[in-house]
């Protein structure tokens, strides 16, 4: 019988950890490449855990960004972080989040003409009627418009939104009261889904 | 937006939001600010902030599943080839079947299925809504239904004709056609909405994105994603505004009642082809909207008068150009003309049809998509069209001369079309049932070809490669996914249980049938009533099965029940409740309560008689049953007469070599062989081997009821050494294929068993003999005559050996269960001379005698004067000095 290869001593997956920790550092550091580098592993660890989820429960499943996100980064992480890290850590999951969906949505929609159907664009294809296919392109754009003037009322509908933060932890992680990220979010997606419904042609 | 007016924005909104609706507008109205498009905006987000939550969480839950959606390889059958459609609960797939389940290059179809991990069931409802709506639709111009299914997963889903097409705006752009192409383009897609609305369907969202033209030019319409049923008893909760967060609606096709969430009719469809009539003829919407915020929207649809298409093209640059928009050359260059032509070509007629398709209110509109091409059509003829009927300048210039005749003509025709309109509408009530029955039996056979492509790709890789794959391989595999993928269409999941069934019966696979039956009978009950066809003819399939499989009581038990349901329901003077009461006799057949068994099959006959024709398969059983009955009663004669008339019967409508001929010859062969026509009957039963064994092979239970048949002639006619292996090899077929506690094992063993002690071997015949007689007590009790007869084969064994004092025992107790079951029958004669004779052995002639008397009296019944065995009987009565003989 062949002897079965041995395994490395200690955690194998610390090498990812330790590279997404520095990834996470260069990028709050102001180092952009380090979101490219990011971005797949993020990916990556998403994808792994919807799977699994999906097969669990097949169809039952109610997608919640909040769980799906956190859980993909405290796998990744998998260590105590400490309180700065812990702020760095929101910021950049929404941050991210948003960053996943959108490049997604866009690849997704060139990924369509791609499949090459004769005589028509797939876009002309559309088959249904409630089909938002860019709701997530539309929204970003509101969201980086809404940054230009209001960067903070922005980062509230990120954490929320995309992280799926209460608007407490949203509070805690700006460092702002409680009523005034009430306020902000309140008017943030009120203007940005004026804006979506303006921009959704 | 500069940072100070955002303030002052945000600082208006948060004071408004807390007001309601009027003190909000007095509060609004009293700021004083420069320019209007901040109050306009705070307007806009007042409004767009109640489902604002809903609205971008609803579009970051979408993306996420949209970025987790893998490409499925497969759905049900089909091969996925790729994403055409997205919608808030539902992906699109271009997908075919594989080839090599079809042996021949496939179409591709469009699959519709829900989103996976967006599963709600309104979202579930609102899909096998669409597919019933689609299903009523045939129309050369709406893409079509092919089938409804539930994939492996549970996932439901259908399955759609795919258009390769483009939009029908972008289509007569690319391809420059002209005014009259396009409105010829434009009637096609009327006659199908028409032809929608003649079948009770509203679209409620017509658009060109929902209007492909295939290359050759036909218009095609799809997605009834959010088409309604007129008909209130079919159409379900609208689940329309509760995927609201997920859905918006173009507001450029919708109409106002539409926008005011009012009631909808037919007349929203018009209007909606009113606007894309317009924008075909225009190249531009009839409104703009300065924001997209509901209350905006629904205020221009209401309120703005749209301005006339022509007047698009009518000189000066307009500001939309400016704004970037096609110019008017550009436009008009799309429909092979220049910008003053084109004015001139919409002036006129086709500005008032448009105009008039876009009435805000439904009865200015056309009564009828059918209407409006009527009138385009009459304007394509240059005849008058009834959309410029009411302009006095216009009716001046067209018909002046016959103004009052026209007037006269019209009021006729409108009541007539009125009268017309009831009329129709009742018919197509009336219809509707028969209609949507016919359907749903035509898209019930597309879902049982499916399922069969399904099962027979035998997906299992261990089956293929073995290379074999058994008919009751593939009905299992079928049986497992009708269990499984059929959740939602309880009645088709009950119909192919209850086939399969009767499939797996004739197989000879009575424990699986049973299963089936009871399980579809268990779903029927709870869609139909007690004396519903469905569950009556369940009932009798599963009483046929309970008979197969030896559960005499049982199968009794039930159909007692279905005949009482008919009873109750008046419906005993039926060809079913006939049919109950053939099986009914089966039962008592049996059960051995022949009486009654030949009552009830009596009864049954008497109706069919009246109720089918003679040829009927199920007279034709009712009176073949009557015979076997008489023949167990041994009213031979009787019983032979009716089995010679039912294999007449039989042979003409069936041939000569059906299962049934084969049933009846054999039925023959056991009349034959009580009359003691052995030559016959050996020829008979060896007729019936012939035809069982090419049907269903030699090795089938059937045809070893034939070979027990054929070694039973073979050693009455004394020819004992080649009638054993016959019994040998048919109590090995039924052993393997009813198992070891069959009743009809007993029967086996038993004429093993004699033979055996024909050819002295006594050890061997007691040790089948008392196996069966385990059989018979466990299957059909002490009291129950082949019980009984077992018992005195024991006896007969005992005697044999000279163990008189236990034969005796036994005979007592075979005679005592005859005499209470049938006191009259020859058969009782049988123990009766037995212990009669051991009596005179053990010389006591006192005993002896009652039982030799009775014995005689009934051979006498039975047998012609002189026969050999009265005789015998006679001699010994004479010896034990009886003074009467």
């Not at chain 2, 929608?196 to 036909?218: W, Y």
């Not at chain 2, 009541?415 to 749903?440: I, P």
């Not at chain 2, 007449?648 to 299962?659: K, Q, S, T, V, Y």
């Not at chain 2, 466990?778 to 064994?797: C, D, F, V």
């Amino acid at each position: 019988m062949e002897a079965p290869e041995l395994e490395p001593a200690g955690n194998p997956s610390n090498g990812l950890q330790d590279e997404v920790t520095g990834l996470l550092r260069r990028w709050t550091a102001g180092d952009r490449s380090a979101l490219e580098q990011l971005t797949p592993l993020i990916y990556g660890e998403l994808r792994n855990i919807a799977r699994g989820a999906l097969k669990k429960e097949s169809r039952q499943i109610s997608l919640e960004t909040t769980g799906l996100v956190n859980e993909a980064f405290l796998r990744l992480l998998k260590t105590d972080v400490d309180w700065q890290d812990r702020r760095h850590f929101f910021a950049l999951s929404a941050r991210l989040v948003r960053r996943v969906l959108v490049d997604l949505a866009r690849e997704r929609k060139s990924d369509k003409r791609g499949y090459g159907i004769p005589h028509l664009a797939l876009d002309n294809a559309r088959l249904i009627s409630v089909d938002k296919p860019s709701g997530i392109l539309v929204l970003d754009d509101a969201l980086e418009a809404l940054a230009k003037f209001d960067e903070r009322k922005a980062r509230v509908v990120e954490l929320r939104f995309f992280t799926g933060l209460t608007i407490d932890e949203t509070a805690e992680i700006l460092e702002i009261s409680h009523a005034t990220v009430e306020r902000d979010f309140q008017a943030a997606k009120a203007w940005l889904a004026s804006e979506i419904q303006k921009r959704e042609r | 937006m500069d940072p100070a007016r955002w303030q002052q924005l945000e600082a208006l909104f948060h004071e408004a939001r807390l007001l309601d609706g009027t003190e909000r507008r007095a509060f609004l109205e009293s700021q004083r600010v420069d320019g209007a498009d901040v109050i306009d905006q705070v307007e806009a987000m007042l409004e767009a902030n109640r489902q604002a939550s809903s609205e971008i969480g609803g579009i970051v839950d979408s993306a996420v599943v949209n970025a987790l959606q893998k490409l499925p390889d497969r759905i049900g059958p089909y091969e996925i080839v790729s994403q055409i459609g997205a919608g808030g609960f539902c992906s699109v797939y271009r997908a075919r079947l594989p080839e090599e389940a079809t042996q021949e290059a496939t179409q591709n179809v469009a699959i519709k299925v829900l989103k996976r991990g967006l599963t709600s069931r309104d979202a579930e409802r609102r899909l096998q809504q669409e597919s019933e709506i689609l299903a009523r639709l045939h129309h050369p111009n709406i893409a079509r239904l092919l089938g409804h299914r539930t994939s492996h997963l549970g996932e439901p889903y259908f399955v759609l004709e795919l258009i390769d097409g483009e939009p029908i705006d972008r289509f007569c752009d690319n391809h420059r056609w002209t005014i009259d192409q396009r409105l010829k383009l434009f009637c096609q897609v009327c006659s199908a909405v028409d032809y929608a609305h003649a079948n009770l369907v509203i679209h409620r969202d017509i658009k060109p994105n929902n209007l492909l033209v295939t290359p050759d030019g036909t218009p095609k319409l799809l997605d009834f994603g959010i088409a309604k049923l007129l008909l209130p008893e079919l159409s379900r909760a609208d689940p329309v505004h509760t995927l609201a967060g997920n859905s918006w609606m173009t507001p450029d096709y919708a109409s106002p009642e539409q926008v005011r969430e009012e009631p909808l009719t037919t007349a929203t469809d018009v209007y909606s082809l009113g606007v894309l009539l317009y924008r075909l003829l225009c190249g531009r919407p009839p409104y703009q909207f300065h924001s997209r915020s509901p209350r905006a929207i629904e205020d221009v649809i209401s309120n703005a008068e749209p301005p006339a298409p022509s007047s698009h093209f009518a000189g000066l640059p307009s500001n939309r150009e400016r704004h970037g928009e096609a110019s008017a050359r550009d436009l008009a260059r799309c429909r092979g003309t220049t910008a003053p032509q084109l004015r001139d070509r919409l002036r006129g007629d086709l500005d008032s049809i448009v105009l008039m398709a876009l009435s805000k209110q439904a009865d200015r509109r056309y009564a009828s998509a059918l209407q409006l091409s009527q009138d385009i059509e009459r304007h394509l003829r240059s005849e008058p069209v009834s959309a410029r009927r009411l302009t006095p300048f216009y009716l001046a210039r067209k018909f002046v001369r016959r103004h009052a005749i026209s007037v006269g003509v019209a009021v006729a025709i409108l009541a007539t079309s009125a009268a017309a309109v009831v009329v129709t509408t009742r018919a197509t009530l009336h219809a509707e049932a028969e209609r949507s029955r016919a359907e749903r039996h035509l898209a019930e056979s597309q879902q049982v070809a499916e399922l069969l492509v399904e099962i027979f790709e035998v997906p299992d890789p261990k089956i293929v490669r073995e290379g074999r794959v058994t008919a009751e391989e593939v009905l299992d595999e079928g049986a497992r996914r009708i269990a499984t993928q059929l959740q939602h269409q309880p009645e088709l999941r009950a119909s192919l249980m209850a086939i399969m069934g009767r499939v797996y019966r004739n197989l000879g696979n009575n424990r699986k049938s049973r299963e089936l039956l009871d399980e579809a009978l268990a779903h029927r009950r709870e869609l139909h009533g007690d004396a519903d066809l469905p569950v009556i003819e369940t009932q009798q399939e599963l009483a046929r099965s309970l008979l197969a499989q030896g559960e005499y009581e049982a199968a009794n038990e039930l159909l007692r029940t279905t005949q009482s349901s008919l009873q109750a329901a008046g419906r005993d003077e039926t060809a079913p409740y006939a049919l109950t009461l053939t099986l009914l006799a089966g039962a008592r057949k049996q059960m051995n309560q022949l009486d009654e068994a030949e009552n009830l099959a009596q009864q049954a006959l008497e109706l069919q008689r009246v109720l089918l024709d003679p040829a009927d398969p199920a007279l034709i059983e009712s009176m073949s049953l009557l015979a076997e009955v008489l023949s167990l009663k041994r009213d031979f004669d009787a019983a032979e007469a009716k089995f010679r008339e039912t294999l007449e019967l039989r042979r003409a409508h069936l041939g000569d070599n059906h299962p049934d001929v084969a049933t009846n010859l054999g039925d023959l062969t056991v009349v034959l062989h009580g009359q003691g026509r052995f030559e016959e009957a050996e020829q008979a039963v060896r007729e019936t081997i012939r035809i069982r064994a090419n049907l269903y092979g030699d090795d089938h239970w059937i045809v070893g009821t034939s070979y027990h048949n054929l070694g039973q002639l073979l050693a009455a006619k004394g020819q004992v050494d080649e009638a054993l292996p016959w019994l040998e090899r048919s109590l090995e077929i039924s052993r393997a294929q009813l198992g070891q506690d069959h009743p009809k094992i007993a029967g086996s063993l038993v004429s093993l068993a004699m033979l055996n002690q024909r050819l002295d071997r006594f050890q061997e015949a007691e040790a089948l003999y008392l196996r069966a007689l385990e059989l018979h007590r466990e299957k059909l009790g002490e009291q129950h005559p082949s019980t009984a007869r077992n018992l005195y084969q024991i006896a007969t064994l005992h005697a044999a050996q000279g163990r008189h004092q236990k034969a005796l025992p036994l005979l007592d107790r075979v005679v005592a269960t005859f005499r209470a079951s049938m006191p009259h029958d020859y058969r009782l004669s049988h123990p009766l001379l037995l212990r009669g004779r051991i009596f005179i052995e053990l010389g006591n002639c006192a005993q002896a005698l009652p039982d030799l008397r009775q014995a005689l009296e009934l051979r006498q019944n039975e047998l012609p004067e002189g026969h050999e065995s009265l005789e015998e009987i006679t001699a010994e009565l004479d010896l034990c000095g009886d003074s009467r003989a």
